[in-house]
């Protein structure tokens, strides 16, 4: 104020009956043509509301920060101590002779046992995965080569894609590497690549096409099947949600999707999709 620049400040002021509210006082310098300063002009502005609802503000994000901290620390928790009574459920299956068990009501018990204890074993070490996920933002990113990661990916599967007698077509020029962590990419990768098999159509041949592309400061990628495509006016809301299914699969778990978006996100990027029914799906991994 002293060099005759605007002066800001907030203020409480109170009422006779000990209420309060919120001010923002302006102090402008009014300059005269020979470049003096002959008085101040104050302005105040009531600015109680948007007090109220920064206060408000913070103490829910400070509610949302402890209670995803409480939700956090539970499931660690949970999902640990689960594991040794789990390893030993899951040893006492193991040790199961079902041929040995004559065939009735006690051979049927058995046979769910050992199916429960397999699909708890499958949860909690999901769970566990997902907690690393989470836990773990912005974790051992290096330069990947996308040919490369695909190609290695491509591999693991090779027999499927023999046997569907799929076509990949794929065209990284625009964005040949990218800064990842390269087991998230691989999983990602795995993932859109197993259920573009699993979900293929049965009315023509499967074709993937997976392609990068530089827009602007983004760098995408772009992963597309002709499959049986996903209805989203339907499952939109819920396409990347925790256990979801959206076909009739025998070794569908809901988890993929999920996961795969859950570590775009901690690597700072995203990962969405286009679908038509019948037609196919675009998954568009930005990084």
């Known amino acids: 104020m002293a060099e005759g620049q605007v002066g800001e400040a907030e203020l409480v002021i109170y009422?006779?009956?000990?209420?309060?509210f919120w001010v923002q006082l302006l102090l402008i310098p009014m300059i005269d043509s020979k470049g003096q300063l002959t008085h101040w002009i104050s302005m105040f502005r009531d600015i109680t509301a948007r007090k109220n609802y920064e206060q408000e503000r913070e103490v829910l994000i400070a509610e949302l920060t402890r209670n995803n901290a409480d939700l956090k620390q539970f499931t660690f928790i949970t999902s640990h101590n689960l594991r040794a009574p789990l390893a030993n459920l899951t040893g006492i299956a193991n040790l199961i002779n079902l041929d040995a068990v004559?065939?009735?009501?006690?051979?049927?018990?058995?046979?769910?046992?050992?199916?429960?204890?397999?699909?708890?074993?499958?949860?909690?070490?999901?769970?566990?995965?997902?907690?690393?996920?989470?836990?773990?933002?912005?974790?051992?990113?290096?330069?990947v080569n996308l040919q490369e990661a695909l190609e290695k990916v491509v591999l693991s599967v090779e027999n499927s894609l023999m046997a569907t007698h799929a076509e990949l077509v794929t065209d990284f020029s625009q964005v040949p590497t990218v800064y990842f962590n390269a087991g998230y990419l691989h999983s990602i990768l795995l993932n859109l690549l197993t259920n573009a098999v699993k979900y293929r159509s049965p009315n023509r041949p499967l074709r993937i096409e997976v392609k990068t592309v530089q827009e602007?400061?983004?760098?995408?990628?772009?992963?597309?099947?002709?499959?049986?495509?996903?209805?989203?006016?339907?499952?939109?809301?819920?396409?990347?949600?925790?256990?979801?299914?959206?076909?009739?699969?025998?070794?569908?778990?809901g988890m993929g999707l999920y996961i795969a978006h859950s570590q775009a996100k901690a690597m700072g990027g995203n990962l969405s999709v286009t679908s038509e029914v019948d037609k196919g799906a675009t998954f568009i991994l930005e990084f």
């Open 15 to 20: 009422r006779k009956d000990r209420s309060y």
């Open 102 to 143: 004559p065939e009735g009501r006690n051979k049927i018990l058995i046979q769910k046992f050992i199916e429960s204890t397999a699909q708890m074993n499958t949860i909690i070490n999901d769970l566990l995965e997902v907690l690393v996920i989470k836990n773990n933002p912005e974790e051992n990113k290096e330069e």
């Open 216 to 253: 602007g400061n983004r760098q995408v990628l772009y992963f597309s099947d002709n499959g049986l495509g996903i209805d989203l006016n339907r499952y939109g809301e819920r396409i990347f949600g925790l256990y979801q299914r959206f076909h009739h699969h025998k070794d569908s778990k």
